[in-house]
């Protein structure tokens, strides 16, 4: 069997997360939420009162930190840090404040980079985050990069923080969505953008199942390709 990768990187509220695990279960392959572990080591180190700009004690940190994902049969990931189960905590919006403070630190990204490669070595996986096609995965073979306009993610991300009882000002959502996007831009190492190789998705004016359905057609195409190809 061919072994088949597909990253999905793009803004924060394009749906990178929901569309990677709709595509994980269709095809059955494993879902690697990278953002997800980023929040985990911002969890810890805020737990345990570890200054979110220590580089070095972050490292240190990684270092003495388990992380493991385990995908529920309905679909749903759970996130354990040392064996304690933070999948809720983790989306905390507090966390989602914080957590580029650790995404910039180099050490940190190469510690973090070196631990996705090896969930996905070897495997079929759908991975999602920011830098998966560019670095993570470089070699994927299906990579795409999930868009769309600032306002619709606001009010995507407005609807989702309201339906887990946060009453956040959608304008107030809006502008730290576009600090977080300036953040992921203009870091120095691994900053957000779409590999030369990838097919970029607008989702503004799609559904869910309309974006899975057209990242499956280019997975199929890609897919066809190297058949022709092996
Ligand atoms: O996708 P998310 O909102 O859960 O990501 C959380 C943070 O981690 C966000 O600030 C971007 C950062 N991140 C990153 O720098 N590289 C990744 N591969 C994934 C996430």
Known sequence: MILIQITIDGPAGAGKSTIAKMIAKRLGFIHIDTGAIYRVITYI??????????ED??????ASTKIDMEQQAEGEQKVFCNNIDVSKEIRDPI??????RVAVLPKVRQELVRMQRELAQDKNVVMDGRDAGTVILPHAECKI????????RA??????????????????????LARRDYIDENRKTSPLKPAQDAVIVDTTCLGPEEVVQEILRIYQEKKETLNNVL
């Open 155 to 176: 009010y995507r991300r407005y609807l989702e923080l309201k339906q887990r009882g946060y009453n956040d000002e959608l304008e107030f959502v809006k502008k730290d």
């Open 95 to 100: 966390i989602s404040k914080n957590v580029s």
């Open 145 to 152: 990069f999930l868009t769309a306009s600032l306002e619709e």
């Open 45 to 54: 180190a805020m737990q345990q009162n570890v200054c979110l700009d220590n």
């Open 57 to 62: 004690a972050l490292v240190q940190l990684i």
